[in-house]
């Protein structure tokens, strides 16, 4: 196992965590690090594997200066997923006005996550092999190979064992990419892993929309705590967290961000729980003791206007007496 440096072991914590349920996956990243090795990630759809691709890209002292290309085997039809896959030469094919260099030549020297693997239509599999056996790719319309250095990240949501056996993937091509395989459990087995997943979501967001660093109130952890993830999983929180982002004028997300920004309204039976109520409760009176009562002080605390935390004092049935 490579020993890894300190900002590959910060890097790496920063995006999984070193605690949780994750921390298998992170003692597996750290046996591949450095190696010429391609990784086979399995998990549940929208379960946060391209989070694990681009952890393992950024921690990798060999990889992490050079690209991460991503490419959705299932979002291309077949002819444009294998141009855009291979690359092709000016005038290859009707249309190629220009030369494309192609995946894994623009990911050179980095990491090429190929994700939903298992939806790679057959005719292209065997194209796929050769490369990852000569490490060189043909480009379309020409003759020569041209040798590449890419580590390729596959990942699927389908058993390739089972399909391999129906004769639906090509047995040889899953055990070269099978090089080493990662296991991803669904975010329902890992609540503990909820918020420090929320938190760097909120990070890089953040950085995305050139704001100020933003935090999640603990009303706000609590919120998320409380829904039902049985239908839910890293992606939809990440999306969740993003929506609450563009509509949260602050430096704070509150529940009322994530409640207005939620496309199923269903997930929270009831309203608000119980369990949300009392820590939002807390959260205000701690607010209000802080300031000794001053409800401006404590909405200047909170990041709220006066008018929204007078408002929810009201609505969690917190009485005015005492303050100013």
Known sequence: MVQLDFQAERRLQQIIGSQGGLA????????VLGLRVNVLILGESGNGKEVIARALHEADPRRRHHPLVALNCAALPEALLEAELFGYRQG?????????LGSFLQAEGGTLFLDEL??????????????LQERAVRRLGET???????????ATSRELGTAAGRGEFRADLYYRLADFVVHIPPLRQRRQDLQPLAIHFLQTCCREFG??????????????EARDWTHNNVRKLQVALKRAL?????TCIEPEHLEAGQLEKASLSGGLPQRMRTYERAHLEEALARSRGNVSAAARHLEMKRSTL???LARRGIRRQGWN
């Open 118 to 131: 298992g939806e790679l239509p057959l005719a292209l599999q065997p194209k796929l092999l050769r490369v």
């Open 144 to 154: 020569r190979e041209v040798g590449v250095d890419v580590r390729v990240v596959a």
């Open 246 to 250: 563009l509509l949260c004028e602050g």
């Open 92 to 100: 290859a094919f009707t249309g190629a006005q220009a030369a494309h």
């Open 211 to 224: 704001r100020q660093p933003c935090r999640l109130s603990p009303a706000a952890v609590a919120w998320l």
């Open 310 to 312: 007078c408002d929810r």
């Open 24 to 31: 298998p996956v992170l003692a597996d990243l750290r046996r």
